[in-house]
T-cell receptor
Framework: QKEVEQDPGPLSVPEGAIVSLNCTYS??????FMWYRQYSRKGPELLMY????GNKEDGRFTAQVDKSSKYISLFIRDSQPSDSATYLC???????????FGKGTRLSVIA | DTAVSQTPKYLVTQMGNDKSIKCEQN?????MYWYKQDSKKFLKIMFS???????INETVPNRFSPKSPDKAHLNLHINSLELGDSAVYFC????????????FGQGTRLTVV
């Protein structure tokens, strides 16, 4: 079993849809959770950061962490064509141990 | 004002050559990383440096060597390049305390021919 599992997609949705992306993980010691967006031929760009369990909202984005289920989610409301990218979940045990990434989900938002 | 910058952005070289990729961060972070992204977009940790001390080396061939002249820089030197080394290499930095997001550079696309 891989340490972090993420459905690679591709996922295609119409503009304005609510998008749900998720990851599961096996290491219960993970405490720091992040979501990155990566456009083609660019570096990963941090979208959301969460420590431990709970929800966090930033504009159209909401991140959820359920440590009891070892499951994290990213919701995108009112999706836009500019949201078309690969979304990567990442997590770490401490604040300076390396991030372990999922394989990324490729999202296309169709106008 | 780029937080994490890498040079060069593209690197094409022949098998057997030695090359270096440079990384600099102006965030004052204590920890820096090198990641390799393969053709399937999977990001895998190669090295982690905390206060100039190597703390993790994830079974990377010893042809790869990180060098950190100071806390703001972590360079990657690769000897005897092989075809399988072709990938995108990302540098990242992180503070290690408090709000510990990791920030990535724009990547170096290495092609070995």
């Amino acid at each position: 079993q891989k340490e972090v599992e993420q459905d690679p997609g591709p996922l295609s949705v119409p503009e304005g849809a609510i998008v749900s992306l998720n990851c599961t993980y096996s290491n219960s010691a993970f405490q720091y959770f992040m979501w990155y967006r990566q456009y083609s031929r660019k570096g990963p760009e941090l979208l959301m950061y969460t420590y431990s369990s709970g929800n966090k909202e930033d504009g159209r984005f909401t991140a959820q962490v359920d440590k009891s289920s070892k499951y994290i989610s990213l919701f995108i409301r009112d999706s836009q064509p500019s949201d078309s990218a690969t979304y990567l979940c990442a997590m770490s045990v401490t604040g300076n141990t390396p991030l372990v990434f999922g394989k990324g989900t490729r999202l296309s938002v169709i106008a | 004002d780029t937080a994490v910058s890498q040079t060069p952005k593209y690197l094409v070289t022949q098998m057997g050559n030695d090359k270096s990729i440079k990384c600099e961060q102006n965030l004052g972070h204590d920890t820096m990383y090198w990641y390799k992204q393969d053709s399937k977009k999977f990001l895998k940790i190669m090295f982690s440096y905390n206060n100039k001390e190597l703390i993790i080396n994830e079974t990377v061939p010893n042809r790869f060597s990180p060098k950190s002249p100071d806390k703001a820089h972590l360079n990657l030197h690769i000897n005897s390049l092989e075809l399988g080394d072709s990938a995108v290499y990302f540098c990242a930095s992180r503070t290690g305390t408090g709000r510990t997001e990791a920030f990535f550079g724009q990547g170096t696309r290495l092609t070995v021919v």
